[in-house]
Structure formats: C-alpha cells, structure tokens
C-alpha cells in the first residue's frame, strides 16, 4: 500500500499563562490508503490539535503535510478541505432543518470532484450503504437518532468522493452497541472502498478493533 498522508516535522503550540507551550514538537508519520487508523492520547497531548492540521482546519507553526506526496500548502488548505478530505465530528454537525438526504446533496455541491451518474441516487445509495433507508433519509435530521445521525454524518464524509477520512471522537456520544456499528462502517470503507480512515478516540474498545493503533504523547506519535 502506498503513503496517502505524510506528516514531516510538524511543531504547533500556544500561549499558556504568559508561556509557550508546545503540543507537537517535529512529528513525522506517514498514513497509507486503505487503512483504518486510531489515535490514542492522554487528554491535552494535542490529539484533536493534530487532526484539525492533518484535515487543512488549522495551520502547524513549522514543518509539511503532504497528500499524496503533494505539499498541502501548495494544493491551498481551502482546495484541500473542499476535494481532498471529509471530516466525521462528535456532535454530527449536521444541519437540522434539513433531511439526511439534504445534507448529503448540500456537501455534494462543496466540491469540485466529479461525482458519477445522478446525484440524488448517488446521494440515497450513500446513504443506504451506510445503513439509512430511503424512508429515514427523507426524515428531517433531529427525527433521527444519534447513531444515525452520525451515520448521515459518514455518508456526507464520504459524498464528495475523498479517499481521506478524519472523525473526532465519532463514537463519543453513542451507546456501546451503536458504537460498534459505526466502527464497522469504518472497517467496511476501509477494507472494501479503500478509504483511509484516521480517528481520534478516547476508547480503547474503539482502538482494538481499528486496523492500526497510534500513540500521541509528549508531541509525538509512536505506534502501539
């Protein structure tokens, strides 16, 4: 398998009570496509710091990002977060007074990928690969629970046809039977679809079940 995201000495950090305090110091790993990843870390070690860089929502202070050995910096974060990658946030984020289907149509027009045949099928078929009937994705989103809610929130990840996926705490809010499903919707976009996902997650009932565990601490990321 080949390297979809490389990260080479990223240095990011803030001002603390008058003081500097570094959160990545010179980071390097290399992420390859087809793969489930998750990364663990004590609570303030910069996880979520560190995915919003990887997914073009925040600027490291020093060092490069590369997709697909492309310098990230050079693609535009903007063309970057618009084609290159969809993100899965804890809270959904999804838009309320609109349907599942709505949604996924809504980020379909957000990018400049090419999409195959008729985007409303497109858009019910997502949905359905993900476990939303056609009837529920007709529903608005707050009739929805929060398993699928966070369903609709993988398909709208993966409607503007990106290889690179990022989730925040995706099972955060979701009971231990709906958060084993989600993970399967990982394993499955992963294995079958060839998309590359990299989750943060506080649970180690999450990571264990992920095809590759890394480590964040002290600034750096280490495999497990």
Do not use: W
Not at 117 to 136: C, D, F, H, Q, R
């Amino acid at each position: 398998m080949s390297t979809i995201l490389k990260l080479e000495n990223i240095c990011y950090g803030y001002i603390d009570g008058g003081f500097k305090r570094e959160i990545l110091k010179n980071l390097s790993y290399e992420f390859e496509e087809g793969t489930f990843y998750t990364i663990l870390g004590p609570s303030g070690s910069g996880k979520t710091t560190l995915l919003s860089i990887m997914a073009g929502l925040d600027k490291q202070e020093s060092g490069k990002v590369y997709f697909d050995g492309e310098d990230v910096d050079k693609i535009g974060l903007y063309k970057y977060r618009r084609n290159k990658v969809g993100v899965v946030f804890q809270s959904y984020n999804l838009i309320n007074y609109l349907t599942g289907l709505e949604n996924i149509l809504l980020a379909m027009t957000e990018t400049d990928n090419k999409l195959p045949g008729n985007k409303s099928e497109l858009a019910y078929a997502l949905l359905e690969m993900v476990g939303i009937t056609k009837t529920k994705a007709d529903r608005m989103i707050n009739k929805l629970s929060g398993g699928e809610q966070q369903r609709v929130a993988i398909a709208r990840a993966i409607a503007s046809n990106v290889d690179l996926i990022f989730a925040d705490e995706p099972t955060g809010n979701l009971d231990t039977e709906t958060e084993k499903e989600i993970i399967k919707l990982f394993q499955m976009l992963a294995q079958q679809y060839g998309k590359t996902i990299i989750a943060v997650t506080h649970s180690n009932e999450v990571s264990n079940l992920s095809d590759h565990r890394v480590f964040l601490n002290q600034g750096k990321l280490t495999d497990l």
